[in-house]
């Protein structure tokens, strides 16, 4: 088997490539339990994965798909990317859903419902403005089409 030494942690550890390759899928398991990664959680990727914490925590916090401190039940992401800011859909959707929900980016609803994010890019730019509720794309964003998302989300149990 090839490894490789790993600059960083355990000094003259040896870390199994297939080990590293499974660390976004490991974090992505452990935020699916709480919802966001604990320190518990990022040290237990960690030692099954043969890395030290601070490896595994700098590959958390890298990505906006994981989260380092608790969020609402649906996290609405809004693209922030350059096709949405020309197609007038950034800084519009940011406002129009912060102002529905009552919340800024990086806030959550008091009733821990909505958590709101931005983000540089939704790989959308064809269908700006658009934004992610959890793992679905919402794309061709409209004051109506976001209050018809909104309600469908506050209607779920």
Known sequence: MDTQNISGSNEGAVVDPAK???????????????????????????????????????????YTLFRMKPVGRHVIQVCEGL?????????RVVEYVGAKLGIRPGETTS????????????ASCGTAPAMRVNDRLYENLSPASIDD???????EV
């Open 20 to 62: 590293r390759s499974m660390l976004l899928a490991a974090l992505y398991v452990a935020q699916e339990q709480t919802g966001y990664l604990t320190g518990d959680a990022v040290h237990q990727v960690a030692k099954r994965l043969g890395l030290t914490d601070s490896e595994v925590y700098s590959t958390a916090s890298f």
């Open 83 to 91: 096709s949405c800011y020309l197609n007038d859909g950034a800084e």
């Open 111 to 122: 009733d821990g419902m909505f958590t709101l994010e931005t983000v540089q890019c939704l």
């Open 149 to 155: 998302i909104l309600e469908r989300l506050m209607g």
